[in-house]
């Protein structure tokens, strides 16, 4: 029998703060803690440049899952936002601008340049718009090829070194330790990752928010009902765009010596951003952070895994010496998403409050089921079933 | 519900010939008429192959109402399953392409009968979605087997130097009129098979109206299923011609450039119409070969981006594309 609790209680308050200091806490300790078994996850630097990794993904899907989970555009070209965002950092901080004030202004750019490609939304409807964003991703490696003075072209774009923020506080963090530089930047990261999720969540839940899930349910009646549908479609657009320039930021800001290669932002980018997308949780917040550790990290396992001579005492040599092995991983991951599609259509966020339902059932106290008087149990699973927004998978 | 537009594709037709016209005789004007007839040729073969995959492309939206993004992943894979037939068991060219287009019809067919079916075919998302992990899959699996290093392509068509004939001064290799006359055929025999036969007749109302047709006792699965393999095979009789022309090497990637070809097309022409889809084809491919020798600021690097803006322009003018047809949603 599962612990109950009713929403709005101090037992509730208790339980999220709770679970929202563990939470915390993890992150804030995650550079201090090495994972044991560096043959898996990599030497203490190695570990700390996957998480900021996680980071950057993170927002990037988040980004993304506003435009399609909540909005129910898909784009597959999102890799090139945050290529912009990365090279457009790179090029700014190169020219003297402050590495800080590189990350709103390559939102600022992502924004327009997302809302000019959103654009054709006023007038093309769905599956035209997917073609042109899979247009775009496949475009935007091309543009920086031909663009070769500006950005460096096949060879990339180094950043230059002295540029990375440093960390103001010696004694928190050495500046000559091999760690602590990477600690603090991972900090930084973290910092912005949260006003980003902090901001998508008060979006989410605001009256935009709401009208775009009304247009992404039934477009017609959202009309009907007085949502500006185009507005909101380019308005979706440019904003996720603009969370994937600072994910490019993210990217940029990781490294001692940022560097923009056009290798990074192809279309598999795009893909492996829905990848991690559809296994956290379309149309969820939270779902982004578990998708980013899927693509990240469970891939750099993988990854790992396919340079192993040996497994469990079984001789995987025939596959670390493979030539093709880089195929492995792929065909993991797309299998994978179709298990997740058919099994957990809501990702790991729906896996994740179906496995605390066991243990903790929470009654939630909308404010219109006081009107009701009492709490009849039909009015509870309509409000259960409200409190999540319904995911477009399921 | 959709109701189909009275006149289908005469405005199309009309505005697309206008823009072509004009378009020619600017370029006419521009280095003479000899190499505009030369640079033409050589924008026939690709587009035709750009029709091809996008008539597989049309197929699968026509059945299904989603776009196939691992439409270009399985043309590639079951290229190089012809290239195995033909290269290492030594099978002739052309049954090997002929067995690789049944095998990958087969293919398709089972993949819609176990991935797609279990969906709502009215909720395009999770389709999609599982089109996307198929192509990393797909991907994945030629990238294990058969490794990143191009290969050559065995050509079905005589390609020694010599094939080559000259038509008003241009000189044209046999295998671009293999190419051209391949699909071709395959366009009429489609376009018989889709209008003059029982499965071709449920195919059309199933991709009118799925509801309906299931009241008439059309076999919805398997007719949409019918769609999947045939769009297979045509993907994979793209797939083969392309590199038959002997310019591409065969490797795990080299379907994708055509794809986002083939996407433009397919969109430029209506993502609903057959013939669109090769008018589409043939107008990108043209595009192609023109911008590269004409517009020489912009040259061969940036077609790709020309493409995308050409997509947009003409997607704004005409939201569903020069041929498709409007559809009208009833609430």
Same mark, same amino acid.
């Given at each position: ?87 457009s950092t790179v090029l700014m901080t190169n020219n003297s601008v402050p590495f800080y004030l590189a990350l709103p202004l390559a939102?600022?750019l ?49 950043g230059k070194?002295?540029l ?46 709401? =009208?775009? !899930? &009304?247009?992404?349910?039934? +477009?017609?009646?959202?009309? *009907?009902?007085? #949502?500006? $549908? ?19 930021w ?29 296994? =956290?949780? !379309? &149309?969820?917040?939270?779902? +982004?952070?578990?998708?980013? *550790?899927?693509? #990240?990290? $469970? ?62 059932? *929470? ?32 | ?331």
């Open positions: 029998m599962p612990y109950t609790v009713r929403q709005g209680t101090s037992q509730h308050k208790g339980l999220v703060a709770a679970a929202s200091a563990v939470g915390l806490l993890v992150l804030l300790a995650l550079p201090y803690i090495t994972l044991p078994g560096e043959k898996w996850f990599g030497n203490p630097t190695g570990q700390i440049l996957n998480w900021q990794r996680t980071l950057a993904f993170a927002v990037a899907i988040l980004g993304l899952n506003l435009l399609i989970g909540f909005s129910g555009q898909i784009s597959i070209g999102h890799s090139a936002f945050v290529g912009l965002g990365a090279y939102m600022l992502c924004f327009a340049v997302g809302c000019i490609v959103g654009l054709p939304a006023l007038r093309i409807k769905g599956l035209y718009l997917v073609v042109v964003t899979f247009a775009l991703g496949i475009v935007f490696p091309t543009l920086i090829e031909k663009y070769e003075s500006f950005t460096g072209g096949s060879n990339g774009l180094k070194s002295s990375v923020p440093k960390a103001p506080f010696d004694s928190m963090f050495d500046p000559r330790d091999r760690v602590d530089p990477l600690r603090y930047r991972y900090y930084v990261l973290l910092i912005v990752a949260a006003i980003m999720f902090l901001t998508a969540r008060n979006m989410v839940r605001s009256r935009a928010g709401r =009208g775009l !899930v &009304a247009l992404r349910d039934n +477009a017609t009646a959202a009309t *009907i009902n007085g #949502v500006p $549908v185009p507005i909101y479609k380019v308005l979706a657009f440019g904003i996720s765009a603009a969370y994937c320039g600072a994910a490019g993210m990217l940029m800001a990781r490294d001692a010596q940022p560097f923009a290669s056009q290798g990074s932002f192809l279309v598999d980018l795009g893909i492996t951003l829905i990848i991690g997308l559809v296994m =956290g949780g !379309v &149309a969820t917040i939270g779902g +982004a952070i578990p998708g980013a *550790i899927i693509v #990240v990290i $469970v891939r750099y396992l993988l990854e790992q895994l396919t340079t192993k001579k040996t497994l469990l005492g079984v001789d995987m040599n025939w596959l670390a010496t493979r030539q093709g092995k880089g195929g492995v991983v792929s065909i993991a991951f797309g299998a994978l998403l179709v298990m997740f599609v058919f099994v957990l259509p809501g990702g790991v966020m729906d896996g994740l409050r179906r496995l605390r339902m066991r243990f903790v059932r *929470i009654i939630p106290q909308p404010s219109w089921l006081k009107d009701v008087g009492g709490t009849p149990p039909a009015a509870v699973a309509a409000a259960e079933a409200d409190q999540v927004m319904a995911n477009p998978l399921g | 519900m959709q109701a189909r537009a009275e006149e289908i594709g005469t405005r199309g037709l009309m505005i697309t010939g206008g823009v072509v016209v004009v378009l020619s005789l600017i370029f006419i004007l521009m280095d003479g008429p000899g190499l505009f007839w030369k640079r033409f040729l050589d924008g026939l073969g690709n587009g035709f192959v750009y029709g091809a995959v996008a008539l597989a492309l049309v197929l699968i939206y026509k059945a299904t109402g989603i776009i196939n993004f691992a439409q270009g992943s399985l043309a590639m894979f079951f290229t190089f399953i012809a290239w195995v037939l033909s290269n290492e068991q030594s099978w002739p060219v052309w049954l090997a392409i002929v067995t690789a287009m049944a095998a990958s019809a087969l293919s398709a067919a089972a993949i819609e009968r176990v991935l797609i079916r279990p969906f709502d075919p009215s909720n395009h998302l999770p389709i999609t979605i599982i089109t996307i992990a198929l192509l990393s899959v797909i991907d994945g699996l030629a990238l294990y087997i058969w490794f990143a290093d191009p290969k050559g392509f065995p050509s079905p068509f005589p390609s020694t130097k010599g094939d080559v004939v000259t038509i008003f001064g241009a000189r044209v290799f046999y295998a671009q009129i293999g190419i051209w006359s391949t699909v071709l055929i395959t366009t009429v025999l489609l376009s018989l098979l889709l209008n003059r036969t029982r499965v071709g007749l449920a195919f059309r109302a199933v991709s009118s109206n799925i509801e309906s047709s299931r009241l008439v006792g059309v076999h919805v699965g398997r007719t949409l299923q019918f769609g999947w393999a045939l769009a297979a095979a045509i993907g994979t009789l793209a797939g083969c011609l392309f590199l038959s022309s002997g310019t591409t090497q065969l490797q795990p990637l080299f379907m994708s450039q055509i794809l986002v070809f083939a996407f433009a097309s397919a969109t430029i022409g209506g993502l609903d119409s057959l013939v669109g889809a090769v008018v589409g084809g043939l107008l990108v491919g043209q595009l192609q070969t023109m911008i590269g020798g004409y517009v020489k600021f912009i040259g061969s690097d940036l077609v790709l981006a020309t493409t995308l803006v050409l997509i947009i322009l003409v997607l704004l003018v005409r939201p569903n594309g020069l041929f498709g047809s409007k559809r009208v949603e009833r609430v």
